[in-house]
């Protein structure tokens, strides 16, 4: 159905915008060249959307009722969002735009829920604050317990790009399983899709943009840390 259009549209556009925050230091920093980098966080991001997808979807659902024709709104504007973002090579949030969308449409067909809102504002406010502790923790351990081998000129740069390609594995895959509820949990709602449909559709629309149109925030984010030539 030509609804779900936006929906790929947005798995698209959440795709060439987040994978950045996958690889982004890793390929910068030349421990990861660009290309496996893509194709690494492809293949997870669709394993992990398939098999955690759905988990998100009851949230994201429970925040407003909707139609198909709202699905398609809400999941259009969004997208609209994230590719205005992309193109301006801005890494930008997805959870953000898609939640802001259907809050406005709940607000204006009076199914809003606010305490299901409230809940996932608390959420993006605890994300970084609990990612900057768990960062402090993990470099100083790490750094302790891996210091043999960081000061070794033979150890350092395998050690490093093994980790990154690890640690981007794995956040490819949650990648995945967190933000297709983002991409199709709309079209559960309006009862076009099951759950497993909808985690497949939306994790090979993410996985598309992945692979198309994600230099540009990639390269912008990891300047944030290293200096390209």
């Not at 398939?50 to 699905?71: F, I, V, W, Y």
């Not at 090579?89 to 009076?110: C, D, E, R, W, Y």
């Not at 406010?125 to 900057?132: D, I, K, R």
């Not at 210091?147 to 740069?157: E, F, G, I, K, V």
């Amino acid at each position: 159905m030509w609804q779900l259009s936006s929906g790929a549209f947005l798995g698209w556009s959440l795709g060439s915008n987040d994978a950045a925050n996958v690889f982004g230091t890793g390929v910068s920093a030349r421990l990861v060249r660009y290309r496996t980098a893509v194709i690494l966080i492809a293949v997870f991001v669709v394993l992990g959307a398939s098999l955690e997808g759905s988990r998100c979807m009851a949230t994201l659902n429970d925040l407003s009722r909707l139609q198909l024709k709202m699905a398609f709104l809400a999941t259009l504007s969004a997208a609209l969002v994230m590719f205005a973002m992309s193109s301006l090579a801005l890494p930008a949030s997805s959870s953000q735009a898609i939640v802001g969308a259907l809050f406005a449409i709940g607000l204006m067909n009076h199914s809003a829920d606010f305490r299901v809102f409230a809940k996932i504002v608390m959420a993006w406010v605890l994300t970084p604050v609990c990612a900057g502790v768990l960062s402090v923790i993990l470099y100083n351990v790490l750094g302790f317990l891996l210091r043999p081998l960081l000061t070794s000129l033979r150890w350092r740069t395998p050690l490093l790009r093994t980790a990154i390609v690890i640690a981007g594995c794995y956040g490819s895959y949650t990648l995945g399983g967190n933000n297709v509820a983002n991409v199709s949990g709309v079209y559960v709602s309006a009862g076009v899709l099951n759950p497993l449909q909808a985690s497949i559709f939306g994790g090979l629309a993410i996985a598309a943009g992945v692979l198309t149109y994600s230099k540009k925030v990639m390269f912008t984010v990891g300047r944030g840390i290293f200096a390209l030539d």
